[in-house]
């Protein structure tokens, strides 16, 4: 089973994925259906007609659970409405998303590891500031993330590759005043099972991002983060046949070449991104408090250096 871009489970690695979790195929069905229709008596939520996939992914995600998926599906429609920089205007063809593709890449790699975990790759692509807008790399990353859980992908974990070999002082300054919101958004809007998150070519002054990444993440996802000093280092946790040829890999294409292939995958989506635009929620309908954290989402104020830890 594959797509145009990534490579899917074989029905007997899928088979094992599910016995992971103890669900199967029939069970998983049973339970969209449940949540289809916990989904229509919630006033807030949108119409879930069509989002039977998303459902499935967040349900695996969730390791099965039932009202973990239902506060997750929550969250997701939540921030997609509180956080409208990251999560509203998709259109994958217009001129600031198309410049993001151009100046920063966030693409998971075609080849699933042995254990079924999804790898993703995330780089500056020029040194160059003029053209970075954060908010638009943010959202590429989401929009990624969005057409593999809800068209594209059948996953167990995720495994993160960020290279910073690129990354200028320019860039941090621009990033740094979001990064908590970003990383907040990112692990409260998807059900992300982080099995790793590897670092590349990191220059020290990164430090300080790093430092502010972790203050947000989780203690149990902080202590899967592994800096390396070397391509050969993270060839010892990642085999060669799901690297791209400029990492060392075996797999037989560029990262710059698998960056094409994931645009147009994005834009053959246009449509659907611009049909989710408008799928929120409505939080005058909501009967209770929504379950994020606003004051995460103020962004940071003050010196950065404060948040250096020792």
Avoid at 20 to 32: I, P, Q, S, Y
Avoid at 44 to 70: A, Q, V, W, Y
Wanted: hydrophobic share 35%; with cysteine.
């Amino acid at each position: 089973m594959a797509t145009k871009t990534l490579i899917l489970p074989t029905p007997e690695k899928l088979k094992e994925i599910y016995q992971d979790l103890g669900m199967t195929e029939e069970k998983l069905d049973a339970d969209v259906k449940t949540i289809v229709e916990w989904m229509r008596k919630q006033p807030h939520l949108p119409n879930p007609d069509g989002d039977e996939r998303r459902i499935r992914m967040f349900l695996i995600l969730c390791k099965n659970s039932m009202e973990r998926t239902k506060e997750s599906l929550d969250q997701y429609y939540t921030l997609k409405s509180m956080v409208p920089e990251f999560f509203g205007d998709r259109d994958p063809t217009s001129p600031p998303l198309l410049r993001s593709m151009k100046t920063s890449l966030f693409i998971p790699l075609p080849k699933l590891t042995p254990e079924g975990y999804r790898v993703s790759l995330s780089r500056i692509r020029c040194p160059e500031i003029d053209n970075f807008e954060f908010s638009d790399y943010v959202k590429v990353n989401f929009m990624s993330i969005d057409i593999r859980l809800s068209k594209l992908d059948m996953y167990k974990k995720e495994i993160f590759v960020f290279d910073l070999k690129d990354i200028t002082m320019a860039h941090l300054t621009t990033m740094l005043p979001h990064m908590k919101k970003f990383v907040y958004c990112a692990t409260t809007a998807y059900p992300l099972r982080i099995q790793e998150i590897h670092i590349i070519n990191m220059p020290s002054y990164a430090q300080t991002m790093v430092n502010m990444v972790l203050s947000v993440l989780k203690k149990k996802i902080a202590n899967r983060i592994k800096i390396h000093s070397s391509l050969d280092e993270l060839k010892k946790h990642l085999t060669p046949d799901i690297l791209p040829l400029d990492y060392g890999g075996s797999f037989p294409k560029t990262s710059e070449e698998l960056i094409v292939d994931w645009q147009e995958e994005l834009m053959k989506h246009k449509d659907w991104y611009l049909s989710q635009n408008s799928v929120n929620c409505d939080e005058n309908k909501r009967a209770k408090k929504p379950c994020v954290k606003v004051n995460m989402l103020a962004g940071v104020e003050g010196s950065f250096r404060k948040l250096e830890v020792d």
